[in-house]
């Protein structure tokens, strides 16, 4: 039997572990290979999740997920575009550079002349009023928090996804192995009924029957190797490979495990862990930065500056003050906007956080009644089922049952055995929904 209880099939074992046992020839050798493991020691851990050019070994659900977090391409343009963000808060706290100006006139003329030559050099500065600069950065920081919580949104999106992609291709594979198991115990019960159609013990209708029933094992093991072919390629797309590896593997568990907490209890970690809501809750931040910003905008800032003035044999210095007189503009619409946006961000967080728990009741509601069903399968009807087709072909092997009886009992076996990995399929989807609704891991 191919399933039985959660924990119990893998489809690859896995590897046996190896290595050198032989001595080195003195402690100089041994101090020096030791120094070396060292050095290469987080190099090869990092193999262990890295793609080469090697043949890789199985990979779990969980190492899949760390390639993702370091290959994939959404992802790394995602970190950048999140850097891009937090550069801007460099370029929120600059200030007002000072300014320098000179001139001259009448350069020509010697410094007795009626009109003498004239020189002036000066240097002034904006200086920023209401706490701008402040503000600024306030709202670049709370920007740049907004942003990274959307980066983590997005990161669990792309990890639902690959999740699913693997439990994709761990039922593929199951499934194959199905197929090609079933294949060849068919084909070594058409050996048999050839035999006994030679010996003249089955009727030449019964078997070409018998025979016709394999190609529906053919069929099934060609769909197979399709869908397993298929999930490996979407699954090695989102860990970003740039090409599918045919020695691609994956290992994991087909039946999946229970989970333990309650709908009530994912919905706490789902308030306190979901970067979607985060960011909701940072847009607030961010929107109350702004207000400050606006009405920050609409002080006056003042320009003070200081001359040196060289005219003919006099020398004199001076200072200028340039004072904006804001009559008529004063950003008041970006005032207004502001407050209004605010208030906007607030009624989004209040709408998100209503969202994180439904998300989180349907997540639950999807997993519970798949489960059901996942384990009537794995508790019963595929025992019953074998139970059924093992006493089917002894019968009919002994003469005991008619072949119609046992090519029913084989549709039977195929059809339940089928059914059953699409309700461990459902199962594991739902679970993966559950996490990413909760933005945990909701399996022990």
Known sequence: MLFRRAGEYSPISPQAKGGSDSPMPNTKHQILLAAACLLFLPCAALSQTQPSNSAPAA??????????????????????????????????????????????????????????????????????????????LDSARSTTAQTDA???????????????????????????????????????????????????????????????????????????????????????????????????????????????????????????????????????AVADANVKLAYADGTTDPTLGAEYDRNGPDNSVGFSLDIPLRIFDRNQGNKATSKYLAQASRFTELATRNQVVADVDQAWSGYANAKVLSDRYNGHYMDEAKDVLDISKFSYEHGGLALIDYLDALRESRSVTSDALNAYSQTWM????????????VIP
């Open 430 to 441: 739902a679970i993966h929904q559950l996490s990413f609704a909760t933005a945990t891991e």
């Open 59 to 136: 990979i779990t659900m969980q190492q899949a997920v760390d390639i993702a977090r370091m290959k994939n391409p959404t992802l790394l343009s995602a970190q950048q575009n999140l850097l891009s963000v937090k550069a801007q808060e460099i370029q929120a706290g600059v200030r007002a550079n000072p300014y320098f100006t000179a001139s001259g006139s009448n350069i020509t003329l010697g410094e007795y002349a009626n009109n003498p030559y004239d020189y002036d050099v000066g240097v002034g500065r904006l200086f920023e009023r209401g706490e701008k600069r402040r503000w600024r």
């Open 150 to 284: 959307q980066y983590h949104a997005q990161e669990q999106q792309t990890i639902l996804a690959v999740r699913q992609a693997f439990t994709n291709s761990v039922i593929a594979k199951a499934a194959k192995k199905l197929a090609d198991d079933n294949l060849a115990d068919f084909k070594h019960e058409l050996d048999i009924g050839h035999e006994r159609f030679k010996a003249g013990d089955l009727a030449k209708l019964d078997y070409e029957r018998l025979d016709l029933q394999l190609a529906q094992f053919e069929t099934d093991e060609s769909n197979a190797i399709t869908s397993a072919q298929q999930a490996s390629i979407q699954l090695q797309a989102l860990l970003g490979y740039d090409k599918a590896r045919p020695d691609f593997d994956v290992i994991g568990d087909v039946v999946p495990p229970p989970v333990t907490d309650t709908m009530e209890s994912l919905e706490q970690k789902a308030l306190a862990a979901r970067p979607d809501y985060h960011a909701a809750h940072l847009g607030v």
